[in-house]
């Protein structure tokens, strides 16, 4: 128990593991408050006149298909349609029609309306016959929110890991390992003594970053939770493992990116390319892409089937711990 608390004491003096906890929370609070806002004004027309240049039905005309605003000079109406930070396309009149004008650097669908109008102005009498129906706009950003908090929460997992395997490497450079080796601890009680502080801290991370995104039934919840405490623990104990064979704290580091570059990379790519057969079987070698299955399923579903995610992690706990306390033994056997 007091290995326990000196691991807590650690953690709470090392301001930079504190943080790497907490920032997997903020960026769930940056997506969801990201999620809340409408973006749909981003893709709104704006057309630029002179006054007294179009009629009033052809102002009422295009303010069916954007905001109007009206200009007393033609300096004031260019220099609007050149400003950087607009897309305004400017509407002029040219007997019975209407011309458009543009700056050049806007979007092509900004271009292409300004080609049409003319075109769909000549026409409007003919078009107003046809009946039309409009369609709630789909969320786009939904998909790509939930893509990027499981990702978040796969990186809210991985903390534990760079927690343990900075606490073991900063003991071996200050002699502690030394000391551990002569302790009358098992090994078993020494990879619990290591390992809780990063499962613990993974897991809270994991579930506040969760809980700031996520509404989802109490049932889906509790396999969100197991599915967090697997995978907490499956990064906890790889964390041991880079922790043993780094020399350095500089190699350490390198292995925690390259792992967690792996972590995120091999689901993600396998998720987007909708990987199936053999290659999706060897991506299920790295914990991660059952934890992002799952976590996706649940996002996406009211009735997730993850049965397979937890069983893949639940292998990878037992085969990972058993591996760990084996690699162990044989040193222990060996010096």
Same mark, same amino acid.
């Given at each position: 128990?007091?290995?326990?608390?000196?691991?807590?004491?650690?953690?709470? #003096?090392?301001?930079?593991?504190?943080?790497?906890?907490?920032?997997?929370?903020? @960026?769930? +609070?940056?997506?969801?408050?990201?999620?809340?806002?409408?973006?749909?004004?981003?893709?709104?027309?704006?057309?630029? *006149?002179?006054?007294?240049?179009?009629?009033?039905?052809?102002?009422?005309?295009?303010?069916?298909?954007?905001? @109007?605003?009206?200009? #007393?000079?033609?300096?004031?109406?260019?220099?609007?349609?050149?400003?950087?930070?607009?897309?305004?396309?400017?509407?002029?009149?040219?007997?019975?029609?209407?011309?458009? =004008?543009? $700056?050049?650097?806007?979007?092509?669908?900004?271009?292409?309306?300004?080609?049409?109008?003319?075109?769909?102005?000549?026409?409007?009498?003919?078009?107003?016959?046809?009946?039309?129906?409009?369609?709630?706009?789909?969320?786009?950003?939904?998909?790509?929110?939930?893509?990027?908090? !499981?990702?978040?929460?796969?990186?809210? =997992?991985?903390?534990?890991?760079?927690?343990?395997?900075?606490?073991?490497?900063?003991?071996?450079?200050?002699?502690?390992?030394?000391?551990?080796?002569?302790?009358?601890?098992?090994?078993?009680?020494?990879? /619990?003594?290591?390992?809780?502080?990063?499962?613990?801290?993974?897991?809270?991370?994991?579930?506040?970053?969760?809980?700031?995104?996520?509404?989802?039934? @109490?049932?889906?919840?509790?396999? =969100? +939770?197991?599915?967090?405490?697997?995978?907490?623990?499956?990064?906890?104990?790889?964390?041991?493992?880079?922790?043993?064979? !780094?020399?350095?704290? *500089?190699?350490?580091?390198?292995?925690?990116?390259?792992?967690?570059?792996?972590?995120?990379? *091999?689901?993600? *790519?396998?998720?987007?390319?909708?990987?199936?057969?053999?290659?999706?079987?060897?991506?299920?070698?790295?914990?991660?892409?059952?934890?992002?299955?799952?976590?996706?399923? +649940?996002?996406?579903?009211?009735?997730?089937? /993850? !049965? #397979?995610?937890?069983?893949?992690? =639940?292998?990878?706990?037992?085969?990972?711990?058993?591996?760990?306390? $084996?690699?162990?033994?044989?040193?222990?056997?060996?010096?």
């Amino acid at each position: 128990m007091k290995g326990l608390y000196y691991q807590l004491k650690s953690v709470w #003096k090392d301001k930079l593991c504190i943080m790497s906890f907490l920032l997997p929370v903020v @960026v769930a +609070l940056a997506l969801d408050f990201i999620g809340g806002i409408d973006l749909s004004s981003v893709a709104e027309f704006h057309f630029g *006149v002179l006054e007294s240049d179009l009629s009033a039905q052809t102002i009422v005309w295009l303010e069916r298909y954007g905001s @109007v605003t009206i200009y #007393k000079t033609q300096e004031e109406l260019t220099d609007a349609i050149n400003e950087p930070s607009t897309y305004m396309i400017g509407v002029k009149s040219d007997g019975d029609s209407i011309q458009t =004008m543009v $700056s050049g650097d806007e979007l092509d669908l900004f271009r292409q309306t300004a080609d049409t109008l003319p075109a769909l102005y000549e026409g409007r009498e003919s078009a107003g016959q046809i009946s039309v129906t409009v369609l709630e706009r789909p969320d786009m950003m939904a998909g790509l929110q939930n893509i990027f908090i !499981s990702i978040t929460l796969i990186v809210a =997992m991985f903390m534990g890991c760079t927690f343990n395997a900075m606490n073991i490497i900063s003991e071996k450079e200050n002699g502690v390992d030394l000391v551990n080796q002569i302790l009358p601890m098992t090994q078993s009680g020494y990879v /619990i003594q290591k390992i809780f502080v990063g499962f613990i801290g993974g897991c809270l991370s994991a579930v506040l970053t969760a809980c700031c995104y996520f509404r989802i039934p @109490v049932k889906n919840a509790f396999l =969100m +939770l197991v599915l967090i405490i697997l995978s907490a623990f499956i990064a906890a104990l790889i964390g041991l493992f880079i922790g043993k064979f !780094s020399e350095s704290l *500089v190699v350490g580091v390198i292995y925690i990116k390259i792992i967690m570059i792996i972590f995120m990379a *091999v689901p993600l *790519v396998s998720y987007l390319l909708a990987a199936g057969g053999l290659v999706s079987v060897l991506c299920y070698f790295v914990p991660s892409s059952a934890a992002f299955e799952g976590i996706m399923n +649940l996002a996406n579903s009211d009735k997730p089937m /993850i !049965s #397979k995610d937890l069983f893949i992690l =639940m292998a990878h706990c037992i085969i990972w711990f058993l591996l760990y306390l $084996s690699i162990s033994k044989w040193q222990k056997k060996h010096t």
